[in-house]
C-alpha cells in the first residue's frame, strides 16, 4: 500500500541477485558517504533534506558491470547523478530516468535513475555520486548501512540545524562494527551525528526472510517538528501527530452516497441478522473487487473514494477498507479504517512515521466486539485472520481520536488440515476413499489457487494437487463443496486408486501410507542460509489413514511412534495395529512461524527424525507365516 | 477480368485520413472508434456461448484482424538536390470479443499495455524523415443484462510520457466475471524512412490453434498496388480471398470459424503440424535492395526461392574470407603437403580451422556473460558459403545443402531466409557432411534436427571472385540410428553406512550423439573447450589470440581470470545435472570429473563420473529395506488418459537408446527380492524396453535398455509408443526389498 522512503530498498530488491555474495562477489564498496543536511528552502516556504551519496567501487574480477540503480518519485527529486572510472567519466555515460514497476503496484509514481557502472580490470575504481532532495521530512523514514554489494566502510551523516526536531533511532546495531560520533557546526547552528560502520555484508535475498527492519542495522529518522523563518512546522512529533496527518487525508471522503448506499441495500436485501449482512458486504467486497494498486503521489496515502472503487470493480488495500467501511456505514454500523503495518515491517506506532505501516483495514464494532475486515484476503472468514496481520498494531479512526488497538493472535487451530481415508490392498494397489477439510489460510491457499486457474482445468489441477503430482495417485469422483463461499470451510471427498502403493515381495505386504510426507524436505541448509526463516502461516496438519488388513494377513512390523514436541512445533506420527486394520496418525503443528538460526540445528534434527520415520512402512505377511 | 471487391470501400477508407499529419491524437481516436465498432462484423454482436463451451475459462465470440499498407512517393529536400522518399503508412487493428467466464481470465483481459507513441523522425536541414507509431484503444463492457459500457480510456496511465515516446497501461474499470469484453488496439505507422520496410520487418504470423476457442476470426489486408505482398499458407491453412479494388490494390481476407484450443503433447513441432499463415510485404525498392533489406529478386518466385536466390547471392570472395583455408600450411607444414593430403583428413583440419576460428576467438564482449560462451552458434548460412569458397579454392567439389529445422517450418515455408540452414556435402565414397551449429557439433555429425529432412542441394561453380552459378538438386539428409545417440550409465550403488535409509551412488555416463550436445555444454569449463580445439589444429594460445585483437589486446588477465573462475563455478553444474535427473538436491556430491571431453569425432563418447548421496529412495521396513530401484535411472513420464488419444504425428527429438547398468551392493546378511517384477520386455516397430535384475556375487545388477528407433512416428503408431511409455513407467515404480536372512 503505502510506500515507504528507505533510500535504497526499492533498488536492492530489483538488483540485489545480480551480484555475488561476499565470498566471491565481483565488486566491493570501498567507502559509501551518505549525508543528509536538513535545509529551508526560502521559495517553497518549507523544510527539505539534501541527501548526497558518494560511493566508491573497486572491482575484484575484470570486466564488471553494476548496475546503478537509484529511486526517486514525488517527493524525492535527482537533482544530480555522476560517475568516474578510474578518475575519468566515461564517454558513453548517460543516466536514463525511468518509470519503475514496483511488485504488485499497478501504477506508482516510483521512478528510477540508472546507468551501468562497467570496471574493466581487477582493481578498477568506480566513484559514483548523487545528489537529490526530499521535498517533505515526513517522506525520509530511515536510512540503511547495507547495499547489494559487500561494504569496507560507511559513513551516514546527518546535520541537523537546532531549528529541526529530528530523532535517530538505532536498530540492528548489535553484531556490527558501527560507531556513532557527534559534534556541533557553529556556523550552521546544527548538530552532525556521523555513523561510521565497517566491513557491512551485502543485503542477500533468501525466501521467507524477516522483512529488512529486522534484519539489517539502519536508522530510523523521526521527523518531529521545525520552527524556521518564523514558520512552525509539525511533522509526526507524536502519534496524535501523525493521525491528524492521516485524518486529513480521509475524513472528506464522502463515503455516504447514493450509489454506496443502493449497493449496500442491494447486498442485503432479504437478510435479517446483522452477522448475515455485514458478510454479504464483506464477502462481496473480498470476492468483486480486483486488487490494483494505484500508488502515485498522494494516491499512496489516500483511500480511493469508495464509489470508484465500487465502479471501477478495482482498487488497493486502502480502497477496499474504505469501500467496506462505507458499505456497512450506510447500513448503520460502526465500521472504521485502519492503519497498521504488517509483520513485514519491524516497527508500530510507539515510533510515529509513514515507515511504521504499509497497509490499511476495516474493523467493525459490533456489540462491543471489534472484528477487523481485511478484504485483501481473498476466501479468507470473516473471523480469521491472516498471519501477516495478526498481533500487529493498529490505528484506528475514532473520529478526530484515534484508538490503540491489537489485531489478535491466533493460534494454528485456527489453520487446518485434515484429511480422512479408509483404504484396502487390490493387488499392488491401495484403494479407497478420501475426505479432505480445509480451515483458515489452508482454505485460502487452496481457494486462491483454484480461482487462479482455468476453470476447464480446476479438476485436473486439484488433482495435481491432492496426488502431490504424483500420476500413480488416480483420483476419481471428485467432489469439492464451499468453493464460492468464504464463510465455509472447503472440504473434498474422492475415489482412490494409488496405483503400485503396495509392494509385494513372496506374498508379503510392504505399505507406505504416506503419500505427502509434508516437511520431509525442510532441513535448512546451514552453511548457506544467513537470516531468521519466518513459515508463511500457523499450520495444523491432521491426516488420518485406516487401512484393513487383508483377510488371512498379519501385521508384522510397525513404524515406531514419533513425538517430537516443543514450544514452536510438534510431529506426531503414530500407527496403532487395531483388529482388522492398521490405524496411521499424523499431526504436524506449526506454532510459531518464527524460526531463528539459534534454532537451526535443532530443526534439522528434529526433520532428520521426521523423515526416517517417514521412510518406514508396514510389513503385512500371510497370517500362516 | 477482376476479381469482384469483397469489402465496401469505407473499410479500409480510414488510413488516407489517418496518415495526415495534422489530425490530433483525439480526433483520430475518435474516428477510429467509430469505424472500428461502426463497421465490425455481425459476429460482433454475439453474446452467447455454445454450450459445449460453457465451462471454458474464456471464449472469443470474435476476432479481426486487419492490416493496410499504402506507399507514396513524396518529395524530400536534401542539400543541394532533391530527391524522393516513399512514404508508407501502415494501419493494423486488432479487435477482439471475449466471453470472461472466470477470475483466471479477468485477470488475463482486465489490463492493457501499449506503446502509445513512439516518434523516431529524422530532422536535418531542411527536411523531416517521418516515422511515427501511435496506438488508439477502445474498450467496452457488455454485461449479462446486455448493457454496454464504453470505457474511458483517458483512465490509462502513462509509463513512459515524453513527447515523442509514450507508454499506456489501462485497468479495465468495471470488469466482472460474466461480462463480455470487447475491445480493440489500432496501431498507424507512418515512415518515410526505411527502418521497418523489409519483409521481415513486416511479417505477421497466424497460427490457427489458440488458447481459448475462438468462434470467429477474420485476416483482412488492404495493399497498394506499389507495395510487394508475399504469404505462405502452411500445413492445410485455408488460402485468402484475393481481389483488387479499382486503385488496384490487393484486398485479400480469410474468414475461420471454431478455431481449435491447443492442447499441449508430448514430441511435437507446432509449426509443421498446427495450420498458419504468414504475410509480409515490403516496398522494395532499390535502396532497400542495396542496402541488403529482404532483395526480391524475383517477385513471382516463392519466399524460399527468393531466399535461396538471396543465399547463392552471397558467394563473393571478400578479403579474409578464407582465413582457416590459409592455416593449412601451418598445420601440415607445406603448400605441397596440403596438396598432397588424403581429402578427408584436409577437410578435417579445415573444418577444425573453422571451428577454432569462430568459437575461439573473443571479441572483448564474451565476459560479460562468461557462462554464455558454450552455448553460442555458429551462423550455418554465412558459415557453409564461406567454407564452400574455401573447399572449391583447395579443389574439392562439394554442395550446400539448404534445410530447415524438424523442430520449425518446413522448408517449402522458409519466409524469412534465417528460416533455414546450410551444411556442406562432400559427395565422396562415404559423405562427408560439414555442419555450423553449436559449439559442440563434431566434424561429420548432421545435428539432429536436419536428419530425415529434404534439403535443396546447391552445387556451385566459380566463374570468378564474385561470380559463382550453381545446378541444383534435392537430397534427403540421413538419420543416425538410435545406438548412435545413447546414453549410458553406470551406477555404484551402496545404503549408505551412516544412515541405512540414505543411497551412496558412484556413477559414470557416457553419452554420444545427440544426446552429449547438453550436457558438455553444461559441464565442460570454457576454457577446457578452448584448449580442446587449440590442440586441435596447433592453434595460438589465448593471450597471442586476444593480443592480436585491436578489441582485446588490453584483456589478456580479464580472460585468464575469468576463464579460471569459470573454471571454479563449473563445478556446481555437476549438482545441478544431478538434480535434474533424480528431482531432488543430492548431498555430499564429491568426484566430480570429465573423463572425456569427446570434443573429437574420433573420441566421440562424452564421458563424466561423480560421487554423491540421495534421500527419499529407501524405506526401512522392520529390519528390511525396500530400495526404489526403478527411479535410479532417474524419473520418467508417465502418460495420463488424456495422452492416450493422438492425432498428429510424433516429432521424436532423435532416435536414441538408454541403457543403465545399476549394481547395488546387498549388505552382508541380506538377500535381494522382487528380481521377477523387474524382468520385463516389450519391443516393436518404434523401439523397445527391456529390464532385468540378477544377483551376482554381493551385489544385485539390474540392467535397463529403452529404445526408440526412429526420430519420427506417425500417429496411427502411437499406441505402439505408448507400449514402450508404459513399460518404461512401470519400470520406474519398481522396488527391490533386502531382506535380512534368518
Not at chain 1, 464522502?254 to 448475515?276: F, P, Y
Not at chain 1, 463443496?481 to 473434498?492: E, Q
Not at chain 2, 510485404?281 to 535492395?289: D, H, I, V
Request: proline residues 4%.
Amino acid at each position: 500500500m503505502i510506500k515507504i522512503l528507505t533510500a535504497f530498498i526499492a533498488a536492492l530488491c530489483c538488483f540485489a541477485n545480480v551480484m555475488a555474495g561476499a565470498a566471491d562477489s565481483a565488486a566491493t564498496i570501498t567507502l559509501a558517504k551518505e549525508k543528509y543536511v536538513f535545509t529551508f528552502n526560502v521559495k517553497t516556504n518549507s523544510v527539505q533534506v539534501e541527501r548526497s551519496i558518494d560511493n566508491l567501487y573497486q572491482s575484484n574480477a575484470y570486466d564488471v558491470d553494476i548496475p546503478i540503480v537509484e529511486n526517486y518519485n514525488d517527493e524525492v527529486s535527482i537533482d544530480d547523478a555522476d560517475c568516474k572510472i578510474d578518475g575519468r567519466t566515461p564517454k558513453d555515460f548517460k543516466p536514463e530516468y525511468s518509470y519503475y514497476s514496483e511488485g504488485d503496484i499497478f501504477y506508482s509514481d516510483s521512478r528510477i535513475c540508472y546507468f551501468p557502472l562497467k570496471l574493466p580490470k581487477k582493481n578498477s575504481r568506480g566513484e559514483v555520486s548523487f545528489k537529490e532532495t526530499i521535498l517533505d521530512p515526513r517522506y525520509f523514514t530511515s536510512a540503511f548501512f547495507t547495499d547489494d554489494l559487500p561494504l569496507t566502510a560507511k559513513e551516514i551523516t546527518f546535520v541537523i540545524p537546532r531549528w529541526m526536531k529530528v530523532e535517530l533511532k538505532e536498530f540492528n546495531f548489535a553484531g556490527f562494527d558501527i560507531k556513532k560520533a557527534s559534534s556541533y557546526d557553529g556556523k550552521m547552528d546544527a548538530d552532525v551525528i556521523t555513523y561510521t560502520a565497517a566491513n557491512i555484508p551485502a543485503f542477500k535475498t533468501e525466501q521467507n526472510s524477516p522483512g529488512p527492519t529486522y534484519i539489517y542495522p539502519h536508522i530510523m529518522v523521526l521527523c518531529k517538528s521545525a520552527a524556521v523563518a518564523g514558520h512552525n512546522f509539525t511533522y509526526f512529533a507524536t502519534l496524535d501527530d501523525q493521525y491528524a496527518w492521516y485524518r486529513d487525508l480521509v475524513k472528506n471522503l464522502n463515503n455516504n452516497n447514493d450509489a454506496i448506499s443502493a449497493k449496500a441495500k442491494e447486498l442485503t436485501t432479504g437478510l435479517a441478522a446483522d452477522m448475515d449482512k455485514i458478510k454479504a458486504v464483506f464477502y462481496y467486497v473480498q470476492d468483486n473487487i480486483r486488487y490494483i494498486a494505484f500508488e502515485n503521489g498522494i494516491a499512496g496515502f489516500r483511500p480511493e473514494r469508495a464509489e470508484e472503487v465500487l465502479r471501477k470493480k478495482y482498487g488497493d488495500c486502502k480502497g477496499m477498507a474504505n469501500l467496506t467501511k462505507a458499505l456497512l456505514t450506510s447500513l448503520g454500523y460502526d465500521a472504521r479504517l485502519c492503519w497498521l503495518g504488517t509483520n513485514h515491517i519491524a516497527y508500530d506506532y510507539q515510533t510515529p512515521s509513514m515507515a511504521v505501516d504499509n497497509h490499511m483495514i476495516c474493523a467493525l464494532n459490533y456489540k462491543g466486539k471489534i472484528t477487523y475486515l481485511d478484504a485483501t484476503e481473498s476466501y479468507l472468514g470473516i473471523n480469521d485472520y491472516a498471519e501477516r496481520i495478526q498481533g500487529r498494531q493498529v490505528l484506528m479512526e475514532n473520529g478526530d481520536k484515534y484508538v490503540l488497538a491489537h489485531i489478535p493472535v491466533e493460534t494454528s487451530a485456527q489453520n487446518y488440515d485434515f484429511e480422512t481415508s479408509k483404504l484396502s490392498i487390490t493387488d499392488n494397489d491401495l484403494t479407497g476413499a478420501i475426505t479432505h477439510l480445509w480451515k483458515g489460510e489452508d482454505k485460502e491457499m487452496i481457494l486462491d489457487g483454484l480461482n487462479s486457474i482455468k476453470k476447464e482445468n480446476t479438476e485436473e489441477a486439484m488433482t495435481r494437487y491432492l496426488s502431490d503430482n504424483n500420476s500413480d495417485y488416480q483420483i476419481k469422483e471428485l467432489s469439492i463443496s464451499n468453493v464460492a463461499n468464504p464463510d465455509k470451510d472447503v472440504t473434498a471427498s474422492y475415489k482412490v486408486d494409488i496405483k503400485n502403493g503396495v509392494s509385494v515381495f513372496s506374498k508379503e505386504y510392504y505399505v507406505d501410507l504416506d503419500r505427502k510426507k509434508e516437511f520431509m524436505n525442510a532441513a535448512i541448509k546451514t552453511d548457506e542460509r544467513k537470516h531468521d526463516y519466518w513459515f508463511d502461516y500457523k499450520e495444523n496438519l491432521c491426516k488420518e489413514t485406516e487401512l484393513t488388513v487383508p483377510p488371512n494377513y498379519k501385521v508384522t512390523t510397525l513404524p515406531a511412534d514419533l513425538n517430537i514436541v516443543n514450544d514452536d512445533y510438534e510431529f506426531h506420527l503414530k500407527y496403532t495395529n487395531a483388529p482388522g486394520k492398521v490405524i496411521y496418525k499424523k499431526n504436524i503443528l506449526i506454532k510459531n512461524t518464527h524460526l531463528p538460526v539459534a534454532k537451526f540445528a535443532a530443526w534439522n534434527k528434529d526433520i532428520d527424525q521426521l523423515a526416517k520415520a517417514y521412510n518406514e512402512t508396514i510389513t503385512l505377511k500371510p497370517g500362516n507365516e | 477480368m477482376k476479381k469482384v471487391l469483397l469489402f465496401p470501400l469505407w473499410f479500409f477508407i480510414s488510413l488516407r485520413l489517418f496518415a495526415q499529419d495534422n489530425v490530433p491524437y483525439a480526433e483520430k481516436a475518435s474516428q477510429i472508434q467509430k469505424d472500428v465498432w461502426g463497421n465490425a462484423a455481425p459476429e460482433f454482436k454475439a453474446t452467447t456461448v455454445p454450450a459445449n463451451l460453457a465451462n471454458e475459462s474464456a471464449v472469443v465470440l470474435a476476432r479481426a484482424f486487419s492490416l493496410q499498407r499504402t506507399s507514396k512517393p513524396r518529395l524530400k529536400f536534401m542539400v543541394i538536390t532533391a530527391g524522393v522518399a516513399t512514404r508508407t503508412s501502415k494501419l493494423i487493428t486488432y479487435h477482439e470479443r471475449v466471453k470472461i467466464n472466470d477470475k483466471s481470465a479477468l485477470e488475463a483481459f482486465s489490463t492493457i499495455e501499449y506503446q502509445k507513441k513512439l516518434d523516431k523522425t529524422i530532422s536535418f536541414l531542411f527536411n523531416k524523415m517521418l516515422n511515427v507509431a501511435n496506438t488508439y484503444v477502445g474498450v467496452k463492457i457488455i454485461k449479462p443484462n446486455g448493457s454496454e459500457n464504453i470505457v474511458n480510456t483517458g483512465e490509462e496511465v502513462l509509463l513512459k510520457n515524453e513527447e515523442k515516446d509514450q507508454k499506456g497501461k489501462l485497468a479495465i474499470p468495471g470488469l466482472q466475471v460474466g461480462d463480455i469484453l470487447d475491445y480493440y488496439i489500432t496501431n498507424i505507422d507512418v515512415t518515410e524512412t526505411e527502418a521497418g520496410n523489409s519483409f521481415k520487418d513486416n511479417d505477421n504470423l497466424f497460427v490457427l490453434v489458440d488458447e481459448y476457442p475462438v468462434l470467429y476470426y477474420s485476416l483482412d489486408f488492404n495493399y497498394s498496388k506499389k507495395i510487394h505482398v508475399q504469404y505462405i499458407c502452411a500445413n492445410g491453412a485455408p488460402k485468402f480471398d484475393e481481389s483488387n479494388d479499382d486503385a488496384d490494390d490487393l484486398l485479400m481476407s480469410l474468414k475461420v470459424r471454431n478455431l481449435p484450443k491447443y492442447q499441449s503433447q508430448l514430441w511435437t513441432s507446432p509449426l509443421r503440424q498446427f495450420p498458419y499463415l504468414e504475410v509480409g510485404s515490403s516496398y522494395g525498392n532499390k535502396f532497400t535492395s542495396l542496402m541488403g533489406y529482404d532483395r526480391e529478386f524475383d517477385p513471382n518466385a516463392s519466399r524460399f526461392e527468393n531466399a535461396e536466390m538471396g543465399f547463392e547471392g552471397g558467394f563473393h570472395e571478400y578479403p579474409g574470407f578464407n582465413e582457416p583455408e590459409e592455416k593449412l600450411k601451418d598445420f601440415f607444414g607445406s603448400h605441397k603437403n596440403v596438396k598432397n593430403a588424403p581429402l578427408d583428413s584436409l577437410v578435417k583440419v579445415l573444418y577444425d580451422e573453422w571451428k577454432f576460428d569462430v568459437f575461439c576467438t573473443y571479441l572483448g564482449t564474451e565476459l560479460q556473460d562468461i557462462n554464455a560462451i558454450n552455448y553460442r552458434s555458429a551462423q550455418s548460412r554465412h558459415a557453409a558459403l564461406v567454407m564452400s569458397m574455401m573447399l572449391i579454392d583447395l579443389g574439392i567439389d562439394n554442395s550446400v545443402l539448404l534445410v530447415a529445422p524438424r523442430t520449425s517450418n518446413t522448408l517449402e515455408n522458409v519466409y524469412n531466409p534465417e528460416d533455414m540452414d546450410a551444411m556442406i556435402l562432400i559427395n565422396t565414397q562415404i559423405p562427408i557432411y560439414l555442419a555450423f551449429d553449436d559449439i559442440v557439433t563434431h566434424y561429420n555429425e548432421i545435428p539432429a534436427r536436419f536428419q530425415g529432412e529434404k534439403a535443396i542441394q546447391l552445387i556451385p561453380t566459380r566463374k570468378n571472385a564474385q561470380k559463382y552459378i550453381f545446378d541444383a538438386s534435392e537430397v534427403t539428409l540421413p538419420v543416425a540410428p538410435a545406438d548412435k545417440n545413447q546414453v549410458e550409465e553406470n551406477l555404484q550403488v551402496s545404503l549408505d553406512p551412516a544412515n541405512a535409509q540414505k543411497l551412496k551412488i558412484a556413477r559414470v555416463v557416457k553419452e554420444q550423439g545427440e544426446l552429449r550436445h547438453a550436457d558438455q555444454k553444461l559441464l565442460l569449463p570454457v576454457q577446457d573447450i578452448d584448449d580442446g580445439y587449440r590442440n586441435m589444429v596447433k592453434g595460438d594460445m589465448l593471450e597471442k589470440r586476444l593480443k592480436a585483437l585491436q578489441e582485446t589486446k588490453k584483456m589478456v588477465d580479464d580472460y585468464t581470470f575469468a576463464f579460471t573462475k569459470q573454471k571454479t563455478d563449473n563445478a556446481k553444474n555437476f549438482t545441478a545435472e544431478i538434480k535434474d535427473q533424480y528431482d531432488q538436491d543430492p548431498e555430499q556430491v564429491q568426484d566430480a570429473k570429465i573423463i572425456n571431453a569427446a570434443l573429437e569425432n574420433t573420441d566421440p563418447v562424452f564421458q563424466y563420473s561423480e560421487s554423491f548421496v540421495l534421500n527419499n529412495l529407501v524405506k526401512k521396513a522392520g529390519n528390511n529395506y525396500i530400495i526404489d530401484a526403478g527411479k535410479l535411472t532417474g524419473n520418467f513420464y508417465k502418460l495420463e488418459d488424456k495422452d492416450r488419444k493422438r492425432t498428429i504425428d510424433v516429432y521424436m527429438p532423435c532416435a536414441r537408446t538408454f541403457k543403465y547398468t545399476i549394481s547395488i551392493a546387498i549388505p552382508p546378511g541380506y538377500s535381494a527380492k522382487g528380481m521377477e517384477e523387474m524382468t520385463i520386455k516389450k519391443a516393436n516397430k518404434t523401439g523397445s524396453f527391456s529390464s532385468s535384475a540378477v544377483v551376482s556375487g554381493n551385489n544385485l545388477v539390474i540392467t535397463v535398455n529403452r529404445v526408440y528407433t526412429n526420430n519420427f512416428e506417425k500417429a496411427a503408431d502411437w499406441p505402439l509408443l505408448t507400449e514402450l511409455i508404459d513399460a518404461a513407467s512401470n519400470f520406474n515404480s519398481q522396488k527391490i526389498l533386502l531382506e535380512k536372512k534368518g
